[in-house]
């Protein structure tokens, strides 16, 4: 564990990640990202495709060590630590593509995900969880292969929800899915938030994230080019095109 001391201006209710630049391969893909994650809300996280959006997500689970910054949450950093205990201090992360086991039961799906919850508390964590999503409640003894991809990307955030995180981070929420079915999952974000979980929401459909965030990160080549309300971005289309369509002819970060 770190000893080392919180700065000074750390908000500790919150998920903070300080200068957290994150490497893959040899090449460092994004530089000094600074993100506040407020619990009971949503902030979105956005940017092109590229950006470092999934980088940074998977610094933050504890996937890949960042190669520098901090992961501030209860007064301790959490960089280094592996990806189970990031997750026992209350990060749960929904990765990318609507990771389920296809050959296990959702049920089983969920039974894994609880990990190292008493098969009492996981029973009841599964019963509270699928209260959100009724479309499983009827499905839980049916292959996850079988599902509809909407209902695997329910299976994917109910899979993080079983350890009741404090923190649930989605990678792309929206990919892949028909917009009837990302408007069921619209409801389901504000209710988890709603519980005092702060949802950290990546997210290329701009529009999804500006409807349901309270804050709006956006992402461009690597670092934060705004950090602020949804409803500016909203009002000035101008600040996001340029977040994803910048003119620079700089091809790669930190080179
Ligand atoms: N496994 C990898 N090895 C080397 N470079 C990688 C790897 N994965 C991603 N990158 C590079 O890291 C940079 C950031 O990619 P990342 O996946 O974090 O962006 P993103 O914002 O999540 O994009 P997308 O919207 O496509 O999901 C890109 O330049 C990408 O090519
Ligand atoms: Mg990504």
Redesign the pocket.
């Known amino acids: 564990m770190s000893a080392k001391i919180p700065p000074a201006n750390l908000r500790h209710d919150r998920l903070e990640i300080k200068n957290l630049v994150m490497v893959?391969?040899t090449?460092p893909?994004t530089q000094a990202i600074e993100l506040s994650i407020a619990p009971a809300s949503i902030t979105a996280l956005m940017?092109?495709?590229?950006?470092?959006?999934?980088?940074?997500v998977l610094g933050i689970s504890g996937v890949i060590e960042p190669a520098f910054g901090e992961i501030w949450l209860d007064g301790v950093d959490m960089v280094g630590m592996d990806a189970d205990e990031i997750r026992r201090r209350g990060v749960a992360t929904v990765p990318?593509g609507h990771q389920v086991l296809r050959e296990l039961t959702v049920r089983d799906n969920l039974l894994v995900a609880g990990g190292s919850l008493s098969r009492g508390e996981v029973n009841a964590s599964i019963e509270r969880t699928v209260e959100l999503f009724p479309e499983l409640k009827e499905k839980l003894q049916q292959a996850a292969g079988d599902l509809s991809g909407g209902q695997q990307q329910m299976v994917a955030i109910a899979q993080a929800l079983i350890v009741t995180p404090r923190f649930l981070v989605i990678d792309?929420l929206s990919f892949g899915l028909a917009p009837t079915i990302v408007a069921r999952l619209v409801p389901v974000i504000r209710r988890i938030a709603a519980s005092g979980i702060g949802v950290l929401l990546i997210e290329?459909f701009t529009q999804l994230a500006l409807a349901l965030a309270h804050h709006v990160y956006v992402?461009s080549r690597g670092s934060v080019s705004y950090d602020g309300e949804p409803g500016k971005l909203r009002d000035d289309p101008d600040i996001l095109h340029r977040a994803y369509f910048p003119v620079s002819g700089r091809e790669?970060v930190g080179l």
Do not use: Y
């Not at 940017?47 to 940074?56: D, I, L, V």
């Open positions: 893959r391969g090449k893909v940017g092109a495709n590229g950006a470092g959006k999934t980088s940074t990318e792309e290329q992402m790669s």
